[in-house]
């Protein structure tokens, strides 16, 4: 099915439409976009007998605004140190880091290394918040909470190549801190279901997203032996979830092709 965009007014009745017609049990979605209309209605599903499985409203809000996620759990978790005033972060020290405070991707992220540049840049970036700069390795975490929002299980993944902000080239790997961290997020923040985070670690592994869903590349984790959906699927439908056993050291690697069209093959 090809639905209505998910701020048109449509787009609920569509997907209720769907599920009806379908038999539908589950929704498992995956976009940043979705997640919110889903979540916002999900007692519509609900009331249909339609499971959705995602996190509350407010976590989506939270989780999707990077300064106010600093501020809730800046105490309770490794988040890395963030400014909304930029004199402040002067004072802090440089580099720094200059994002939208709701971005995604590598959108209108920007390193800056003096004072001058970060005021500009403060200007350009449409609600910016700044950022400690990282060094070190780059993870993303799968992670996986039940209906409850009980910590299951969680995949390391190392990214050792990006490209627009996705993995190209990814491993899996095993690292206590950074597993540690996984286990402590859903204390702080209630999040059910599928839910991923990035962290950079030189010294100490330093949160810098949190995202209320499945990652893209978590496609790496599910074939490495981690497969987050099928195993959300199972424990909302009331089944057990089994021992997990994920590999180590399972890569994952992409690459472009070019594909070549005449004017009459691409008519």
């Known amino acids: 099915y090809i639905t209505p965009r998910y701020d048109s007014p449509k787009y609920l009745n569509e997907i209720l439409d769907i599920c009806d017609k379908e038999k539908v049990d589950i929704i498992f979605p995956c976009t940043d976009h979705e997640i919110f209309p889903l979540s916002k209605h999900k007692k519509d599903f609900e009331g249909k007998g339609i499971k959705v499985i995602i996190s509350p409203y407010d976590t989506i809000q939270l989780c999707r605004d990077k300064w106010l996620c600093f501020k809730r759990v800046k105490n309770k978790l490794p988040f890395v140190q963030s400014f909304d005033d930029i004199e402040e972060a002067a004072d802090f020290g440089f580099p720094l880091i200059i994002k939208p405070r709701l971005g995604w991707g590598t959108r209108e992220i920007y390193r800056v290394d003096n004072i001058d540049e970060a005021r500009v840049l403060f200007k350009r970036v449409e609600d910016p918040v700044i950022q400690k700069y990282l060094d070190g390795k780059e993870y993303t975490i799968d992670t996986l909470t039940d209906k409850e929002g009980n910590f299951v299980h969680a995949s390391v993944r190392e990214r050792i190549k990006t490209m627009g902000g996705l993995s190209a080239i990814g491993r899996t790997v095993q690292d206590e801190e950074i597993f540690n961290i996984a286990k402590n ?26 995202n209320a869903r499945f990652a893209g590349t978590g496609i790496l984790s599910v074939h490495a032996g981690f497969n987050l959906p099928a195993l959300a699927v199972k424990n909302f439908m009331g089944e057990e979830i089994p021992d997990i056993h994920i590999q180590d050291n399972f890569y994952l690697t992409r690459y472009e092709e070019g594909i070549y069209l005449n004017k009459e093959d691409l008519l």
């Open 185 to 210: 997020i859903p204390k702080q923040i209630n999040i059910i279901g599928p839910f991923n985070f990035q962290v950079r670690k030189s010294k100490k592994a330093e949160i810098f997203e949190i």
